[in-house]
């Protein structure tokens, strides 16, 4: 099993470019979410998934947006990058009755 | 709405010394609780849990029991080596309230040889 994958690892984007951040699981995990992590304000979260074509926000939503084709996989789209969402960006997943959740290895994002 | 508090760091310590690291919490139901622990470069990986009152989650030598009486969640270990030097998260997952897993703001713990 590889657990949860995410692409890139290391990304640079100029102001107001458009990128998409890759998630996949195969652990056929009902919920998925997307975090970032910043200095000294710990895991934020962006949007959540509960299954296949059902996504909602989370905490920090603006500026992102996210689609749930699929149980394996869950993008996030920065849709115009701004310095304020240089960050670690993580993708977890989790089962319908399990607690624990599995993060994937993080992308970091810098916006110049 | 739920919330988690985790003591600030740095924590430095030196190899063998005993480790607390506070954590308490706030919860509309009736949340699990969880240690997470994120190693340089890496992801957050489950270190431990306790799913109701009373409950004790241990792994690796670090312990925490689930309070009630003072919602609380405290980590602990007897003696801590190098290769804990991590960033440790507490968190919940409140079933009765939103289903959401909150995350304290991570505490970094430093080990001296």
């Known amino acids: 099993n590889a657990g949860v994958t995410q692409t890139p690892k290391f990304q640079v984007l100029k102001t107001g470019q458009s990128m998409t951040l890759q998630c996949a699981q195969d652990?056929?995990?009902?919920?998925m979410s997307w975090y970032r992590q910043d200095p000294g304000m710990g895991l934020r979260l962006i949007h959540y998934?509960?299954?296949?074509?059902?996504?909602d926000q989370g905490e920090v939503p603006n500026g992102y947006n996210v689609s749930r084709s699929t149980t394996e996989d869950f993008p996030l789209r920065l849709l115009s990058a701004a310095p304020s969402q240089t960050s670690v960006y993580f993708c977890?997943?989790?089962?319908?009755?399990?607690?624990?959740?599995?993060f994937g290895p993080g992308t970091r994002l810098t916006v110049l | 709405g739920d919330s988690v508090t985790q003591m600030e760091g740095p924590v430095t310590l030196s190899e063998e010394a005993f480790l607390t690291i506070n954590c308490t919490y706030t919860a509309t139901g009736y949340p699990s609780l969880f240690w997470y622990v994120q190693y340089p470069g890496e992801g957050l990986q489950l270190l431990l849990k306790?799913?109701?009152?009373?409950d004790k989650g241990s792994n690796k030598g670090f312990e925490a029991t689930y309070r009630k009486e003072t919602t609380s969640f405290h980590l602990e270990k007897g003696s801590v080596q190098v290769s804990d030097s991590a960033v440790y998260f507490c968190a919940l997952s409140d079933r009765g309230g939103d289903d959401k897993i909150i995350f304290g703001k991570g505490t970094r713990l430093h080990i001296l040889p």
């Open positions: 998934s509960v299954g296949a074509g059902i996504t």
């Open positions: 306790a799913t109701k009152a009373d």
């Open positions: 977890a997943s989790r089962g319908r009755i399990t607690d624990t959740q599995y």
């Open positions: 652990m056929n995990h009902e919920y």
